[in-house]
T-cell receptor, first 113, second 116 residues
Framework: AQSVSQHNHHVILSEAASLELGCNYS??????LFWYVQYPGQHLQLLLK??????LVKGIKGFEAEFIKSKFSFNLRKPSVQWSDTAEYFC???????????FGKGTKLSVKP | GAVVSQHPSWVICKSGTSVKIECRSL??????MFWYRQFPKQSLMLMAT?????????EQGVEKDKFLINHASLTLSTLTVTSAHPEDSSFYIC????????????FGPGTRLTVL
């Protein structure tokens, strides 16, 4: 069955540290890839998405992600995190024209001021 | 961006009662709406997919008679939890997608259901 794996359950960083959150998916066909963020007490918001083209995509708030097809990966990165980045981050995949999103289990990021 | 609302945001009910949750796309017409359930410290699990004017498609293990979904218009879908029990307590989230090849989904703020 199709699945999405996020390697880290909880990541704790100090402000200004660099961030990389791993995401791997199992489906071999055409995929659309998403990273969502859920700030405490708020709803899911789209950080960035990849549909096609340049595999390095830039999102909001300084986040970026790189799609590496050979590794079935879509890791999220930010060069310098801020306290306000404390949130839960979800990687999600849908298959081509199918709408169903498959979510990873999420990674909680805690940034110490 | 596209905005999706949910109502209510928080509801407490007695065991055995039914609860209706509304999901609305405020500034776009959504061909498809999705209902998810999120348990504490866990990811979102898709419950069902609904297309306007047709019956919802439920994921395996989701009881269609317990979780009634109605998608009567392109901007409104409802989820009714019938004869709710404490184990139905959860965070229910809807999303709506625009027509197109990528099916980007826009999420509502969620509804916290607590069944006593």
């Amino acid at each position: 069955a199709q699945s999405v794996s996020q390697h880290n359950h909880h990541v704790i960083l100090s402000e200004a540290a660099s961030l990389e959150l791993g995401c791997n998916y199992s489906y071999g066909g055409t995929v659309n890839l998403f990273w969502y963020v859920q700030y405490p007490g708020q709803h899911l918001q789209l950080l960035l998405k990849y549909f096609s083209g340049d595999p390095l995509v830039k999102g909001i708030k300084g986040f970026e992600a790189e799609f590496i097809k050979s590794k079935f990966s879509f890791n999220l990165r930010k060069p310098s995190v801020q306290w306000s980045d404390t949130a839960e981050y979800f990687c999600a995949v849908n298959r081509g024209s199918q709408g169903n999103l498959i979510f990873g289990k999420g990674t909680k990021l805690s940034v110490k001021p | 961006g596209a905005v999706v609302s949910q109502h209510p945001s928080w509801v407490i009910c007695k065991s055995g009662t039914s609860v209706k949750i509304e999901c609305r796309s405020l500034d776009f017409q959504a061909t498809t709406m999705f209902w998810y359930r999120q348990f504490p410290k866990q990811s979102l699990m898709l419950m069902a997919t609904s297309n306007e004017g047709s019956k919802a498609t439920y994921e395996q293990g989701v009881e269609k008679d317990k979780f009634l979904i109605n998608h009567a218009s392109l901007t409104l879908s409802t989820l009714t939890v019938t004869s709710a029990h404490p184990e139905d307590s959860s965070f229910y989230i809807c999303s709506a997608s625009l027509a197109g090849p990528y099916n980007e989904q826009f999420f509502g703020p969620g509804t916290r259901l607590t069944v006593l």
